[in-house]
Structures are given as C-alpha cells and as structure tokens.
C-alpha cells in the first residue's frame, strides 16, 4: 500500500522551490516593493486631500476658472488682472512659443557664423569666437538672463529713449515696434504667403524627381524664395495695401503708439539666442573639420578656392 503523502508538506515544498529560484524571488522582490510603493502613494494622496479639507483648499483644475487677479505685460492676445488662470497660462504660453521661435533663428544664425569664424586663418578672429563659444557654454543660462536684464533696465527712460530711425525706440522699459494694422483683405496677403510656401514645396518635389529622371536641375533656390517674396507683396498692391504700420510717437513722459517689448523677454530671448548658439557653432565647426584631408586635396586639385571648399 503505497505512503500517501501529507498535502501541507507538498505546499511548503514547493514554496521553498520559488523562493530558492533566483527568478522567482527577484519577482516576489520586485512585486513586495510595486506593492509598498502603492500603499506609501495612497498614503500620500489621502493625507494630501486630508490636509486641503482641513485648510479649507479645494483640490482639482475649477481654479482654472478662477480670476487671476494679477497682470501679465507682454501678451499677444488680450489679458487683464480679471482674466482666469485658463487664459494665463495661454498668454504664457504663446509668450513661449514666440520666444522659442525667435530663438531657433537668432540662435542658428548666430551660431553658424561663430562655427565659420572659429575656422577663420585671423587668430584674433579666430581666438575671440573661441573665447565667447567656450564661456558662454560654461555659464549658467539663468544668470546670462539676469546679465541682459541689467543691461537692458540701464537703458536711458522713456523720455531720453534711443530712436533708430524715428520708429523704434529702446528705453529702460523695453523696445518699442511698429505694430501691424490689419484691414480688409490682410488675410488674403497672408493665404498668399501660405500659398507660395506649398507651391515652393511642391517645385522642390518635382525638381528633385525631374533630376533623378533627365539629370537637369532647377536653380529651386532663385524659384522658392521669389515666389515666397513676390507673391503677397504683388496681392499687397493689388488689394491697396491692406496691412499698415502703426509707429510709435515719443510723447512727454511715455511713447504712444506701438507695440511694446518688455525688457524681461528681450533678455529671456537674447540669452537663449546666445547660450544655444555657442552649442550650434561646435556643431557647424565639428561639420567642417569632419570633412577628410582628401577630399579638401582633390577640391583644390580641381581649381576650387579655400572659401568654397
């Protein structure tokens, strides 16, 4: 008659068999601490929520809705101390994005000619750029903001401002622009614009298309940027110039007319601008010198000049 085994013996045995397995007791491990990782979470939300209804806060995105009652000076769209929080964080975010983008150009502009003068065969050229590039990275950006922010509030007052050419004005409370006045028929100068981008686009295609088929090229970089240009100004002319400018006039005591930079964006969008250019101009430089020896040779060998190769 054969032993009958006891069932809590078999249990415990196999038990002992996951836990001596080393890929069983990692996963006991790593469930034992997901585990006390969402019971410490729990905790944490529950003494949050606990916490608010004692000091009589309300939790939750209703304060989106809520008056700000503060103002913002540099704004796209209309905003006052009476606005919700909802549309502060949209002025705040359309002030990024127009920072963003003014950067992308100063900053690839900026940095593409450092890369080019860092080649230069000037030393002091040369030596100048090496020095901005090399500090520029090693400095906190937050206090190369702080740095043109200083410069910029130590700018003459509003009535001692500094005009470039009798339409922008630069003061201790910013720069002032000429700001756009759209009339009736502005949007068709700008679906112009649009328009000239795509069909630009679309020649590019088909040049390139047309290249691979006969080996004939088109100067595509004459076509797109004239017909981007020429295209909304000949709509400008032809719909009787719908898009004016509106310029500043110095008063007594303040400018009148306008738009208005505050000097705090116009230091946000210098710093940026310089301290990704010096990233930009390593990469430019490093682009140059990645070019072997040889094929420099052979350029010259073929009767190019320094300056193209």
């Known amino acids: 008659m054969a032993q009958e085994r006891d069932p809590f ?6 038990l002992m068999q996951l836990w001596t397995d080393e890929r069983w007791r990692g996963l006991i491990f790593q469930f034992l601490l997901i585990l006390a990782l969402c019971v410490l979470v729990a905790f944490i939300i529950s003494n949050t929520i606990q916490n608010l209804k004692t000091a009589g806060m309300a939790s939750g995105y209703d304060f989106i809705f809520d008056t700000a009652s503060f103002d913002i000076n540099q704004r796209l769209i209309e905003y006052s101390s009476t606005s919700t929080y909802g549309r502060a964080i949209i002025v705040g975010g359309l002030n990024t994005i127009v920072v963003a983008i003014l ?13 080019i003068l860092r080649l230069s065969r000037n030393f002091l050229i040369s030596r ?14 937050l206090l190369q903001i702080i740095f043109w922010w200083v410069i910029l509030l130590a700018l003459p ?27 009736e028929g502005s949007f068709l100068v700008l679906a112009a ?13 088909w040049s390139f298309k047309r290249q691979e088929v006969t080996g004939q ?22 719909l009787g110039q719908p898009i004016g400018l509106e310029t500043p006039v110095r008063g007594k005591f303040n400018l009148r007319g306008g738009f208005n930079v505050t000097p705090e964006f116009v230091a946000l ?4 601008s310089t301290y990704t250019a010096a990233f930009i101009s390593e990469i430019v430089r490093a682009g140059i010198l990645s070019v072997s020896a040889g094929q420099k040779e052979a350029a010259r060998a073929l ?3 320094q300056n193209i190769t």
Do not use: C
């Open 9 to 14: 013996q078999n249990k415990s045995f196999q």
């Open 269 to 272: 969008w210098l710093a940026l």
């Open 303 to 305: 009767g190019l000049k």
């Open 217 to 238: 090229t088109l100067p595509i970089w004459i076509i797109a940027p004239a017909l981007i240009v020429f295209l909304p100004v000949i709509i400008y002319f032809m």
């Open 193 to 205: 614009f649009i328009i000239a981008i795509a069909l630009s686009l679309i020649i590019r295609r």
């Open 128 to 141: 100048l750029v090496g020095i901005y590039v090399e500090f520029i990275r090693n400095v906190p950006v």
């Open 103 to 115: 950067g992308i150009f100063a900053s690839t502009i900026i940095g593409f000619i450092a890369g």
């Open 157 to 183: 007052k509003v009535r001692d401002s500094l005009s470039i050419g009798d339409s922008i004005f630069l003061s201790n409370r910013g720069i002032r622009l000429p700001s756009p006045i759209y009339e």
